[in-house]
């Protein structure tokens, strides 16, 4: 988007773009100068509707960490973890019959995880695909020895959640 601006003066014709706005207002505030160039970039970058079309069929998306990975691994991961997490929060020996919802939810999303994103390339040096995988793996080394309806100790859930946040902050 540009808007002509005449000067009285001269007559010379000025070019405005969004981002020439940006920095300007960035320039008047002061300490917000970066984010507002940061805002300024992001709008020429995804500008108008074609950067939205291409943001619906590109697919990849940027994490939190600024990576780009495949936007099915990081909707799968996320899911993962939401599903993991809220079932280590209901295991408080309360409920059994909420905390069997929230667990058959995560191993159905640990299942799809492991079974789309096992072994792939694009993802498996990942910080979060590290930390999913050992996060999955001590709850699967617990339950196999302590048994499928034994409680989690504090230590295991611990180090399980964890291995989430770990995970999480690099979605």
């Known amino acids: 988007m540009s808007l002509m ?23 008047v505030v002061g300490p917000a100068t970066g984010r507002a160039r940061a805002a300024a970039e992001k709008a020429e970058e995804e500008e108008g509707v074609v950067g939205a079309i291409k943001s619906i ?19 799968a991961a996320r899911e993962v973890v939401r599903t993991l997490r809220e079932s280590l929060e209901e295991d408080d020996g309360g409920d059994v019959a909420r905390f069997r919802r929230g667990a058959d939810a995560a191993k159905e999303s640990i299942r799809e995880f492991i079974g789309g994103w096992r072994g792939q390339q694009a993802v498996a040096a990942e910080e979060s695909y590290v930390a999913l995988e050992r996060a999955i793996r001590s709850l699967a080394e617990f339950y196999s020895k302590a048994g499928p309806f034994a409680s989690l100790p504090k230590d295991v859930r611990d180090k399980i959640l964890a291995d989430l946040n770990t995970a999480d902050a690099f979605l």
């Open 5 to 27: 601006a005449s000067s009285s003066a001269g007559g010379a014709r000025l070019a405005v773009t969004r981002r020439a706005l940006l920095l300007a207002a960035a320039a």
């Open 57 to 75: 069929f590109d697919p990849n998306e940027r994490t939190k960490a600024g990576k780009v990975l495949p936007k099915a691994y990081l909707k």
